[in-house]
């Protein structure tokens, strides 16, 4: 989802500083849109579907999706970086601050491939400068276009139809708003994707549920030495085990019951 990276589909998601990822804000104009609309329908059928994906979404953008506006606390969950910058302007002295040279506003970067552009956060905002008196103003403002602002076409896309020739529909066709009002951000990420914390695999789950064929079953010493090499793995092997297996390297929330399509072990 975040590396298509055919001529006309560059990467419609890029990475953040805590390896999530976030809509490119470089891909506004409606010639992606659709590709969005798209990517918000694939979404929406795997957690239809309750197939699992690997993608870990930046919480602000999760917040997007389930109907929530962003505050400047959650800037920390983007870039905690700039965050920590942006929030001291509020605890400096006044000639601390003219000695910046700030204006009302700011300047968003996709990443180095894209470059970026410069933003006005208020009609003639590069004529007003930052000032002891109005600096929390400023804070909010820069946080709002990060947060909010930036990227919110590719958001709408990629849960509804952004532009009004459109038939087709993103995320919002297959997941009714309403259906995931009451998650937060950190548990809708655990939707799609699984349980982060865990570590490795419930194996004896995992082998329970499993299907055979090509003339093999679960009493061969074949079978047997297959799962004693995964019973004696690392959390880590285990986990690039159940990558191969399934495409997602977390196992389901309700165990492996509930995993679907089942998984085959098949030799030829």
């Known amino acids: 989802?975040?590396?298509?990276?055919?001529?006309?589909?560059?990467?419609?998601?890029?990475?953040?500083?805590?390896?999530?990822?976030?809509?490119?804000?470089?891909?506004?104009n409606d010639n992606f849109?659709?590709?969005?609309?798209?990517?918000?329908?694939?979404l929406g059928k795997t957690m239809y579907e309750s197939i699992l994906v690997d993608p870990q979404f930046s919480l602000?953008?999760?917040?997007?999706?389930?109907?929530?506006?962003?505050?400047?606390?959650?800037?920390?969950n983007l870039d905690p970086e700039y965050y920590k910058h942006l929030k001291s302007l509020r605890y400096m002295s006044s000639n601390e601050i003219s000695?910046?040279?700030?204006?009302?506003?700011?300047?968003?970067?996709?990443?180095?491939r894209y470059g970026h552009s410069t933003i006005e956060l208020?009609?003639?905002?590069?004529?007003?400068?930052v000032t002891k008196e109005n600096v929390i103003q400023y804070?909010?403002?820069?946080?709002?276009?990060?947060?909010?602002?930036?990227?919110s076409r590719q958001t709408s896309a990629f849960l509804s139809s952004a532009h009004i020739h459109s038939n087709s529909h993103g995320f919002r066709e297959i997941i009714p708003a309403p259906w995931v009002r009451l998650f937060s951000a950190y548990e809708f990420q655990k939707l799609i994707s699984?349980?982060?914390?865990?570590?490795?695999?419930?194996?004896?789950?995992?082998?329970?549920?499993?299907?055979?064929?090509?003339?093999?079953?679960?009493?061969?010493?074949?079978?047997?030495?297959?799962?004693?090499?995964?019973?004696?793995?690392?959390?880590?092997?285990?986990?690039?085990?159940l990558r191969f297996m399934t495409s997602c390297s977390r196992q389901p929330l309700l165990?492996?019951?509930?995993?679907?399509?089942?998984?085959y072990v098949v030799f030829p």
């Open 1 to 28: 989802m975040s590396k298509v990276s055919a001529p006309r589909h560059p990467h419609f998601f890029v990475e953040t500083s805590l390896e999530t990822l976030q809509v490119n804000t470089a891909l506004g």
């Open 33 to 42: 849109l659709e590709d969005y609309e798209f990517l918000g329908r694939v």
């Open 60 to 76: 602000p953008f999760l917040n997007k999706i389930l109907g929530k506006q962003n505050s400047l606390d959650d800037l920390k």
């Open 99 to 112: 000695s910046l040279g700030l204006t009302f506003e700011t300047t968003i970067s996709s990443s180095a």
């Open 122 to 129: 208020i009609p003639g905002g590069r004529e007003i400068v």
């Open 139 to 151: 804070i909010h403002l820069v946080s709002h276009q990060r947060m909010n602002v930036a990227g």
């Open 194 to 241: 699984g349980d982060d914390s865990v570590k490795g695999i419930d194996v004896a789950g995992m082998m329970s549920v499993m299907r055979y064929s090509g003339g093999y079953h679960p009493s061969q010493p074949i079978m047997h030495w297959l799962w004693e090499v995964v019973d004696e793995m690392t959390p880590e092997q285990q986990r690039k085990f």
């Open 255 to 263: 165990g492996f019951n509930s995993l679907v399509p089942v998984s």
